[in-house]
T-cell receptor
Framework: SQQGEEDPQALSIQEGENATMNCSYK?????LQWYRQNSGRGLVHLIL?????REKHSGRLRVTLDTSKKSSSLLITASRAADTASYFC????????????FGGGTRVLVKP | SQTIHQWPATLVQPVGSPLSLECTVE??????LYWYRQAAGRGLQLLFY??????ISSEVPQNLSASRPQDRQFILSSKKLLLSDSGFYLC????????????FGPGTRLTVT
């Protein structure tokens, strides 16, 4: 079963607008990660936030984590057409082998 | 720098035929290795992971098996493919210890006909 569930499943915005997507999970985590996948390609790691962190920034990306609500959000500011991709959250629950459990993803379309 | 390779990139196989997908990592030693499957428009399902040579953990009972004959080589196999084995197969690696992200290969698109 999927630990993380992204919301919305799909998002369409204009270039320059911000894109926000959310991830909810069910059990305690060690860290939460966000990945990006261009169509037909492998996943690329974007950002990792630990369970004792509340907010992290990387370039135009901002990630928040609320462990009391078991949720995280990913904000992409000033979106570009090149940001068109699927975005996945993944949780690491301190299991053997540093296993990650991925959500179903949010498909983002940025229209030029 | 580290790189991860997967081949083949695409594969069309008939039902009942065998399968062998290969993944190799360069530039690191003793990585954790992972095989995932992704159905169209869906998230990733972890199939197998390995923390060392010959050490394989299976996450989902299925028609597939995995082996790690060398430190940086991970192989996904099947003796007889099913239609339901179709999908996008991704290999990934991470450093052996600590809170690290996973690095993904380019994937193999498998179509079972």
């Amino acid at each position: 079963s999927q630990q993380g569930e992204e919301d919305p499943q799909a998002l369409s915005i204009q270039e320059g607008e911000n894109a926000t997507m959310n991830c909810s999970y069910k059990t305690s985590i060690n860290n939460l990660q966000w990945y990006r996948q261009n169509s037909g390609r492998g996943l690329v790691h974007l950002i990792l936030i630990r369970s004792n962190e509340r907010e992290k920034h990387s370039g135009r990306l901002r990630v928040t984590l609320d462990t009391s609500k078991k949720s995280s959000s990913l904000l992409i500011t000033a979106s570009r057409a090149a940001d068109t991709a699927s975005y996945f959250c993944a949780t690491d629950a301190r299991a053997a082998g540093n296993k990650l459990t991925f959500g179903g993803g949010t498909r983002v379309l940025v229209k030029p | 720098s580290q790189t991860i390779h997967q081949w083949p990139a695409t594969l069309v196989q008939p039902v009942g035929s065998p399968l062998s997908l290969e993944c190799t990592v360069e530039g690191t030693s003793n990585p954790n290795l992972y095989w995932y499957r992704q159905a169209a428009g869906r998230g990733l399902q972890l199939l197998f992971y390995s923390v060392g040579i010959g050490q394989i953990s299976s996450e989902v009972p299925q028609n597939l098996s995995a082996s790690r004959p060398q430190d940086r080589q991970f192989i996904l196999s099947s003796k007889k493919l099913l239609l339901s084995d179709s999908g996008f197969y991704l290999c990934a690696w991470s450093p052996g210890q600590g809170d690290y992200e996973q690095y993904f290969g380019p994937g193999t698109r498998l179509t079972v006909t």
